[in-house]
Nanobody, 125 residues
Framework: QVQLVESGGGLVQAGGSLRLSCAAS????????MGWFRQAPGKEREFVAA???????TYYADSVKGRFTISIVNANTVYLQMNSLKPEDTAVYYC???????????????????WGQGTQVTVSS
């Protein structure tokens, strides 16, 4: 099965930027849509962004639209560029690979087949 590893998280001041990376054990991202989710302490996991390289489509949660950019660098590397970070963005961020045949946009976690372990992003005010 596909193994996913997130990296790039850390501590940043409000207004700053971070770039998260998701590395896959096989060339998956050019074949299936993938997404980024996040989960803050005491809160449910929420959708952040999704991308389908084959269809040339991206989709963003309203809370990050205009600030975050998801991109596929190659078949096994996906970035989440996060600009103008806010304290509300503090969370553990997860990347995930969508199951085959799912509809667009893939907003719910149930349509994703593989998940990474997460990387912590902390934004100070």
């Amino acid at each position: 099965q596909v193994q996913l590893v997130e990296s790039g998280g850390g501590l940043v001041q409000a207004g700053g930027s971070l770039r998260l990376s998701c590395a896959a054990s096989e060339r998956t991202f050019s074949r299936r849509p993938m997404g980024w989710f996040r989960q803050a302490p005491g809160k449910e996991r929420e959708f952040v962004a999704a991308i389908s390289w084959s269809a040339g489509r991206t989709y963003y949660a309203d809370s990050v639209k205009g600030r975050f950019t998801i991109s596929i660098v190659n078949a096994n590397t996906v970035y989440l560029q996060m600009n103008s970070l806010k304290p509300e963005d503090t969370a553990v961020y997860y990347c995930a690979v969508q199951s085959s045949g799912s509809n667009w946009p893939p907003l719910g976690g149930a349509v994703y087949e593989y998940w990474g372990q997460g990387t912590q992003v902390t934004v100070s005010s």
